[in-house]
């Protein structure tokens, strides 16, 4: 049992210079690479994104850590194979045939410290307490300054097989899809992480690396029994973004663990609150007045012994890893953990997104006997619209195939999921995840999430025989304040999507930050640029084509969550 923390030790052991290590040979244009965004451009805020990603470090160093961890003579390779949105990821292989893969994360990624070491834990947890395939940590730091490489890494054993992704648009049958194939096991790994409660709302980490109060807390909550293995993690404070990000960092404010949804909820609003604060703005005295409404819902929203359970931030299935040619294809591992937290049930569950659908007009979801096309002639569609409409078709079977696995395995997991008491629980809790955004989103977003929470009000309080709430509903909303916020929401909806089907026709996910391939950035822009000036001209007014000019998304100084870091 002492295994996994003797190797943590001896990873964190700084390197002597030994000199049977072969030195890693790489000339100073070869390294600057390593060190800067090379495969990404964005289509606004470039320069402000990649200075953020400007990441240098010790690669011998690095290399040196590499080669003892893998019980090597020799790094044979070291290659940059992403710069992602919030890691840089390096493949290394070595002289003993043993590859690994290595990341360095970005000052977007969450708050130092804090987000490597939870994830270090989060991963070494959910493999020897839950058995969950995840990558098997080699060696880390969390800590830049103690390090000769001198920065945060994490090296891990490389998993084999190929992303899930892979097989979206595949064409096989659907009883040979990779998707259906590892459903079950999916679904096994879904319901373990549903049912196990811990005891606080926060992040996982090593008992070693936090204060001596923390460490005499129970992990888990008194229904569910503690192990050996159990013993030497706890719960930590949260790394979860919005308690870190855009200045944050600086504030003095409770970043948990919180033994309760009330105290985290109630800290969400002071978190807003300070930021208010020390960043002050024509909208602080209204802001001020949204969290104190805020603060009026918490009792009625959040019950205050709801089961804290840990989940994947993004159950995606380019981070869902599978055997490449085997039939049935396999279940290799599931990567990509950082920024995990253990938070209430209802505000964590949700179907994953590999197994998640968008919705289409040609396609009826619920059908009797499973998703079914409506009536519409083929000859009517372009071939990418077919391409697309099958896609998506395949997907909604896949989301369908979910459902009944959980339905009949865990009905109460399905009933989260998929059943309307669920989806209720959800929108109730809307303000819970727009509180804290109002400078990203706008204060709209927030009254539009307090009409949302209004409208479910009776499932949260209970209702009298003429089916009005118990309890009034604690803000004050006229009728007249409802149809002014649900318009402006929708203008602002308008303008932050105007440019969601170029970016379609690009490639590039609406929900990017307008990142594109490196290779493809000078035409996407020449395509941005001709985008704009055919809306500006196809404006009736000066007052529409100033609100264009103004509104469009895709411009340096529009804000971009991913351009603010947590350090």
Known sequence: MFKGSLRRLVSRLPSNGVSWQRKFHIDANKEQEL??????????????QRALRYVPFNVQAFVGVAVRSAGATECLSLEKIQ?????????????????????????VAGPKYYRTASEVATLDYLLTEH????????????????????VEYI???????????????TTRPLENDPYVDILPIIQRIESRLANTYFSQIGSIFYQDDLPEPLRQRPLYAPTIQPTANSARFCIGPTVDREFWRAGRTQLDIDRGPWPDTHSYMFALAACARAFVDAQPGGDSEAYHGLISDFEKLVPHIAPPCAPKILWHPDLHDSNILVT???????????????????????LQLSVPPAYSADEHPLIDPEADGGPEFRDFDPRD?????????????????????????????????????????????RLINSPVGAITRGRTEGLESIKCSFIECRTFWGAVVGVDENGQPLIPFPIEISDVEEDRVKKAWESISQDATMCDDLLERLGVPPDSDGIVRANEYDAAKRAVEDAKQAALS??????????????????????????ESCC
């Open 131 to 150: 058995g969950i395939p995840v990558p098997q940590v080699r060696a880390w730091c969390s800590r830049a300054e103690s390090t000769p490489v001198a």
């Open 35 to 48: 060190f800067s965004v090379t495969t990404t451009r964005w289509l606004y805020n470039d320069d402000q």
């Open 538 to 563: 196809g404006a009736s007014t000066e007052e529409e084509r100033d609100h264009i000019a103004k509104a469009w998304p895709l411009q340096d100084g529009k804000l971009s969550m991913t351009a």
């Open 381 to 425: 569609l372009k071939p990418e619209e077919k391409r697309r409409l099958a896609v998506t078709f395949r997907r909604t079977c896949r989301q369908k195939l979910h459902e009944v696995q959980v339905r009949g395995a865990d009905p109460d997991l399905a009933n989260e999921l998929y059943g309307d008491l669920g989806l209720a629980k």
């Open 83 to 107: 710069d992602g949105t919030m890691n840089r990821v390096f493949s290394l292989t070595f002289d003993n045939g043993i590859e690994f893969i290595a990341k360095i994360p970005f000052s």
């Open 155 to 169: 090296m891990y054993e490389k998993i084999p097989g190929v992303p899930l992704q892979e097989f979206n648009a």
């Open 324 to 346: 490449e040619a085997e039939r049935p294809c396999k279940l290799n591992g599931i990567v990509d953990w950082q920024g995990a937290t253990v938070a209430p049930y209802y």
